[in-house]
């Protein structure tokens, strides 16, 4: 149910139709819409189409339903299925079934892309053989046929993913969990539903399993009292009672439960914004919890770089320096952003609606953006009401609202003075102008790339 266009869909219809299952693979898009995605799925056996619509008879006269993340429980097909007695997975549930290694996953509101990235990156500096699982557009069922018996899935677990683990009571043997924040409220409607998925993550570990979690965020902390596996925080704070990453002294430092050992100074980091350090913290963590030694993380971390759509540094022109932070889908990702830079700031942000509240983020760019251009959207209406509430005439006079990327991008460059910085960090969902946030992102570096 629902191929998408992300490459999930196709990854589990490709795997299912390779094992011999004959699949009804079912979309409300048109064929036209999903062309991209049928492109690669051209040749298989055994393979029926439904498009533009999902028919009420293939969720019942099925062996199993296999869910898209975006496709709510609730909905009637879905319910249909289960009142039916079909089991409904999604690939995420899949893959734990079938996966004899143990799995490092790793959520959070926002960081879970860059911590699984480094995670990956550690391993793979320090000799391990892990492999990335969801990571960002990176598909899952596929990856079942590369594992070897040294592999380290690192599996980023977004809460739609979780749910599906929940109700298989299954969680990883390392979890992460970064941060939680207001989020995808327009399709959860309530914080509470949406961090209960969020804790399917630690909420089935045995004695043995670890959770990585954020010292300095009170929800997670109240949280993992429940944690049935062994606990280790990561702070900004300095932390000398249990095992734990922290930040003191201009270094982050390792306790390992019996002493204290510094690892890298903070002046060593090559990846901008205070908010990765605490990604970098979260992924030291994990990969302690996995068995790589101090002396092995400590030699790996001076290597590390950022990730892309997220602060990604794009190019430098007239002394300008590009940043893309398009995965900054929520105004406290945006919030971030800006107070990574020192400089002038001209910033693009703005689009689609996820019912959130933009009361803080319109205070941050009243008080540092230089100038600021707008990408249209229902956020966008939102983002202005509040901004007028906390800026001068002059500054709000100036804001201009644009229909594309290339329109931004050319804007920026003409407000932009040697020594400024252009950031792409929404503060909001991309759907409308984008066909996700990653096209918008691309969309930006393409536009910034041809400037001359």
């Excluded at 219809?13 to 062309?35: E, P, W």
């Amino acid at each position: 149910m629902g191929i998408g266009l992300h490459g999930g869909g196709v990854a589990t219809v490709k795997f299912l139709a390779m094992h011999g299952a004959k699949v009804i693979a079912t979309d409300l898009r048109s064929k036209d819409q999903l062309s991209a995605s049928l492109e690669k799925l051209k040749g298989l056996k055994n393979v029926q189409y439904v498009l533009g619509q999902h028919r009420m008879e293939d969720f019942s006269k099925v062996d199993m339903v296999i869910k898209n993340p975006a496709a709510q429980w609730n909905d009637k097909h879905i319910k249909f299925a289960l009142e039916n007695k079909v089991p409904v997975e999604m690939d995420s549930s899949i893959f734990f079934k079938l996966c004899k290694n143990q799995i490092i996953g790793v959520t959070g509101t926002k960081g879970k892309t860059t911590t699984a990235s480094l995670i990956y990156e550690i391993l793979k500096a320090a000799g391990k053989n892990p492999i990335k699982i969801g990571i960002s557009q990176v598909s899952v069922l596929d990856k079942l046929a590369l594992l070897k018996k040294d592999s380290i899935p690192v599996f980023e677990l977004s809460s739609w993913r979780l749910s599906a683990l929940g109700r298989s009571k299954i969680s990883p043997h390392i979890a992460v969990f970064k941060n939680i924040m207001p989020d995808h409220l327009n399709y959860y409607g309530t914080m509470e539903k949406y961090f209960q998925d969020k804790k399917y993550i630690f909420a089935n570990q045995k004695p043995k399993d670890w959770v990585v979690i954020n010292g300095d965020d009170e929800m997670l902390r109240e949280s993992v009292k429940e944690a049935r596996g062994q606990v280790l925080k990561f702070s900004y704070s300095e932390l000398k009672k249990s095992r734990a990453v922290f930040i003191d002294d201009g270094s982050i430092y390792l306790n390992n439960g019996i002493d204290v050992k510094k690892l890298i100074a903070l002046k060593d980091i090559t990846i901008p914004g205070t908010h990765n350090l605490s990604n970098i913290m979260a992924a030291i963590g994990a990969v302690f919890a996995w068995g790589l030694t101090a002396s092995e993380i400590k030699k790996v971390l001076p290597q590390l770089k950022g990730v892309a759509h997220r602060l990604e540094f794009v190019r430098e022109l007239a002394g300008v320096k590009y940043y893309n932070d398009t995965a900054a889908t929520i105004p406290d990702a945006a919030i971030s952003a800006l107070s990574a830079f020192e400089k002038s700031i001209i910033l693009i942000a703005g689009g689609t609606d996820k019912n959130l509240d933009f009361t803080d983020f319109a205070k941050e760019i009243c008080e540092k953006t230089k100038s600021l251009i707008l990408l249209k959207g229902d956020a966008t209406e939102k983002l202005l009401t509040k901004i007028k509430k906390c800026s001068d005439e002059e500054f709000v006079e100036k804001i201009e609202i644009v229909d594309s990327m290339e329109a931004a991008v050319v804007s920026a460059r003409k407000l932009a003075q040697k020594d400024d910085v252009v950031l792409l960090s929404p503060g909001a969902a991309s759907f409308g102008l984008f066909a996700n946030e990653f096209d918008r992102g691309d969309k930006f570096k393409d536009a910034v790339k041809k400037l001359k």
